[in-house]
């Protein structure tokens, strides 16, 4: 078993909708949580970046972490085409440097 | 603020020959930087961990006498890939941490380099 689990996709959505990405993991140690997003042979860009449980708005984006499910969420508002990408969820404990990462979720938002 | 910058963009080189790859923190200093290795369709894997002043640590299968890593400056790292050979043709990526933000902030990322070797 994986230790970040991420649903590749595709997942199609309108030019409007709401869109929630997910990830599971399995180490409880796990308390710094990221959400990155990558275009097509781009870097990743780092979107959201959370502590613990709880809550974060950025703009149309807003990050989730539920560390009693071992569940992080990420919400687009008003998608929009420019969102198509994949996203990436990443995680690290306070004691290791090494990122995890989620094996990422192709978004496609049509016009 | 936060820029990685990773040249070059894309490079083709002939089996055989080495090839290197910089990696720039723009506006932070950073002791550490991270190699990335990403296939197509895949996540991002970690190859190695460049140290400033000091020998880079690689992940358990990476070669270190074929990807050899130099982090001469708290702004560049350089990644050589001696011997290239078709199958170390990949998506290389480089990021770093900032310093000044503290040990746990996030990493940011270069922009990639893609290596084709024929």
């Known amino acids: 078993q994986k230790e970040v689990e991420q649903d590749p996709g595709p997942l199609s959505v309108p030019e409007g909708a709401i869109v929630s990405l997910n990830c599971t993991y399995s180490?409880?140690?796990?308390?710094?949580f990221m959400w990155y997003r990558q275009y097509s042979r781009k870097g990743p860009e780092l979107l959201m970046y959370?502590?613990?449980?709880g809550n974060k708005e950025d703009g149309r984006f807003t990050a989730q972490v539920d560390k009693s499910s071992k569940y992080i969420s990420l919400f687009i508002r008003d998608s929009q085409p420019s969102d198509s990408a994949t996203y990436l969820c990443?995680?690290?404990?306070?004691?290791?440097?090494?990122?995890?990462f989620g094996s990422g979720t192709r978004l496609l938002v049509r016009p | 603020g936060a820029v990685v910058s990773q040249h070059p963009s894309w490079v083709i080189c002939k089996s055989g020959t080495s090839v290197k790859i910089e990696c720039r923190s723009l506006?932070?200093?950073?002791?550490?930087m991270f190699w990335y290795r990403q296939f197509p369709k895949q996540s991002l894997m970690l190859m190695a961990t460049?140290?400033?002043?000091?020998?880079?640590?690689?992940e358990q299968g990476v070669e270190k006498d074929k990807f050899l890593i130099n982090h001469a400056s708290l702004t560049l790292s350089t990644l050589t890939v001696t011997s290239a050979h078709p199958e170390d043709s990949s998506f290389y990526i480089c990021?770093?941490?900032?310093?000044?933000?503290?040990?746990?902030?996030?990493?940011?990322f270069g922009n990639g380099t893609r290596l084709t070797v024929t």
């Open positions: 990021s770093a941490r900032d310093i000044g933000q503290g040990g746990n902030s996030p990493l940011h």
């Open positions: 180490n409880s140690a796990f308390q710094y």
């Open positions: 959370t502590y613990s449980s």
């Open positions: 990443a995680m690290w404990t306070d004691s290791s440097y090494k990122l995890i």
């Open positions: 506006d932070f200093q950073a002791t550490t």
């Open positions: 460049s140290n400033e002043g000091s020998k880079a640590t690689y």
